[in-house]
């Protein structure tokens, strides 16, 4: 069983930025994809980005050039960088890894733009 704790999300104005971080309960080695996704009320889960172990990463077309997706092996840890930030970023935020083809999620945090 993975653990995932993510930390980080809170109120911000419009053009801010925000720093993600989900600790990891296991060898980052062991997984296969992290990722973050977002869920907005009455809206579905969506993918925000993902990175690989090899390091190769993917975004959601609304946070490409904004968000840059980042993991530390040794600290057991992916992170979300999170510039410009818009309104339309609020939502919450979950960490997600999958270990050996069973994806594993978070609680999630609360991201919240102001305009």
């Known amino acids: 069983q993975v653990q995932l704790v993510e930390s980080g999300g809170g109120l911000v104005q419009a053009g801010g930025s925000l720093r993600l971080s989900c600790a990891v309960s296991?060898?980052?080695?062991?997984?296969?994809?992290m990722g973050w996704y977002r869920q907005a009320p009455g809206k579905e889960r969506e993918l925000v980005a993902t990175?690989?172990?090899?390091?190769?990463?993917d975004y959601g077309d609304s946070v490409k050039g904004r968000f840059t997706i980042s993991a530390d092996i040794s600290k057991k840890a992916v992170y979300l960088q999170m510039n410009s930030l818009k309104p339309s970023d609020t939502a919450v935020y979950y960490c997600?890894?999958?270990?050996?083809?069973?994806?594993?999620w978070g609680q999630g945090t609360q991201v919240t733009v102001s305009s």
């Open positions: 997600n890894v999958d270990l050996y083809g069973s994806p594993h």
């Open positions: 296991t060898s980052i080695f062991s997984l296969n994809t």
């Open positions: 990175i690989t172990r090899g390091g190769s990463t």
